[in-house]
């Protein structure tokens, strides 16, 4: 079984996406960790971003591995575990610029279909449009941009991973909105059959009762 959770920066895909896999006792791929591991190596190679080309030379070359069970899952990048790495203020907005090159979207599209072919929970923001268009059961994760700044604030306050105001937080929730929105290789959008569930005000329980009911509606047909 193939389940696709797409939406916007910090709609609560990551951790509805581990509730699920762990629910149904399936893999689970995060894309963004994928795509956070071609930002570092960008980084730590000193590649001009602007460099497209050699950007995607080189998220064709890197090893990405992603190990565990849900709950804690390790990136692995050319054997190194990078987890906490992948998760600082640098990387983040790399990862938002470097995602958006074609070439890279293409090399880490070929490794998510290969690692989901089994079956999985696969979260993003193009599953359910371009990486698994015919999976199972697609859902499309959505919140006001004022509460998804307020939990990615919240977070970043919990785990120190930013020291950005709640103003800059909101700013850059709506940069990345109108970047991952108007991308021309596999922009942001609803696919025409994907199940929207809009959380703002529902608690993370609340709208992951949802969708167990709506994979057991499409299990028992």
Do not use: C, W
């Amino acid at each position: 079984m193939i389940i696709a959770i797409d939406g916007p920066s910090a709609s609560g895909k990551s951790t509805l996406g581990r509730m699920l896999a762990h629910a149904l006792k399936l893999l689970y791929i995060d894309t963004g960790s994928m795509y956070r591991a071609v930002a570092l190596a960008v980084i730590d190679a000193e590649i001009d971003p602007g460099d497209k080309d050699a950007v995607s030379a080189l998220a064709d070359e890197i090893e990405i591995e992603l190990r565990g069970d849900p709950d804690s899952l390790s990136v692995l990048l050319n054997g190194h575990d990078v987890t906490n790495q992948i998760r600082t203020e640098k990387v983040t907005e790399m990862s938002s610029v470097v995602s958006t090159i074609p070439g890279v979207r293409r090399a880490m599209v070929a490794r998510q279909r290969a690692i989901g072919k089994r079956g999985a929970v696969l979260n993003g923001r193009d599953i359910g449009t371009v990486v698994f268009p015919d999976a199972d059961v697609k859902f499309f994760l959505t919140a006001g941009p004022e509460e998804r700044a307020e939990r990615r604030y919240k977070e970043d306050q919990m785990t120190a991973a930013s020291s950005a105001t709640f103003a800059e937080t909101l700013s850059d929730i709506n940069e990345r909105d109108r970047r991952d929105s108007s991308r021309a290789d596999s922009p942001l959008k609803v696919a025409d059959d994907a199940i929207v569930i809009d959380s703002t005000g529902k608690s993370i329980d609340e709208v992951f009762k949802e969708m167990m009911q709506k994979i057991d509606v499409h299990r028992n047909h």
